[in-house]
C-alpha cells in the first residue's frame, strides 16, 4: 500500500532524516516537492487525516494536481522520532526496483531542489537509494 512509510510496495525512494528535524525542515522539503510540481494536500483530506492518526505519524502530503505519478510524504516515525521523506510511484511497479519514467523526472527534480535547500546542511538526511535514470 502507498500508507506503508518503511518499504513501499510500489517503487520509490527516500530521503532519512538522520538528525531531529524541525518546522524549518519541514518547510524546505515542502518547498522541495512545489519547486518538482507538487502540492500539499488540503487539511481535510481524508486520506491525509488517516496518515495522520496512524503510528508512524504523516506531517504532510504533496501531490501531483493530475493526483498521479507519484506522491511525496514527510513522516515521523514513532520507534525513533526521525523524519523521513517518502516518494512513491502511484503506477504498478515492481517492488524494490528503481524509480521509472516520469517519477524518475520527478524524483530528481525534487531531489535536486532539496539538495539546494539543504545545501548547508547536507549531512542533515541521507537518499535511501541510488538515483534512477529516467
Not at 3 to 18: K, S, T
Not at 33 to 45: C, K, Q, R, T, Y
Request: hydrophobic share 45%; proline share 7%; with cysteine.
Amino acid at each position: 500500500s502507498l500508507l506503508g512509510a518503511a518499504e513501499p510496495d510500489h517503487a520509490f525512494n527516500a530521503a532519512d532524516f538522520v538528525v531531529p528535524a524541525d518546522e524549518l525542515d519541514a518547510a524546505a522539503v515542502g518547498e522541495a516537492a512545489v519547486h518538482a510540481g507538487f502540492l500539499p494536500l488540503s487539511e481535510s483530506d481524508p486520506t491525509l487525516q488517516a496518515m495522520r492518526a496512524a503510528p508512524d505519524a504523516t506531517y504532510e502530503i504533496w501531490e501531483l494536481p493530475s493526483h498521479r505519478v507519484a506522491r511525496i510524504t514527510l513522516t515521523r516515525m514513532a520507534g525513533t522520532g526521525k523524519y523521513v521523506v517518502l516518494f512513491v510511484a502511484k503506477d504498478q511497479s515492481t517492488p524494490r526496483h528503481p524509480l521509472s519514467g516520469e517519477a524518475c523526472k520527478r524524483w530528481l527534480k525534487f531531489s535536486g531542489a532539496m539538495r539546494i535547500a539543504f545545501a548547508r546542511q547536507s549531512g542533515k538526511y541521507r537518499f535511501r537509494n541510488p538515483q534512477c535514470t529516467p
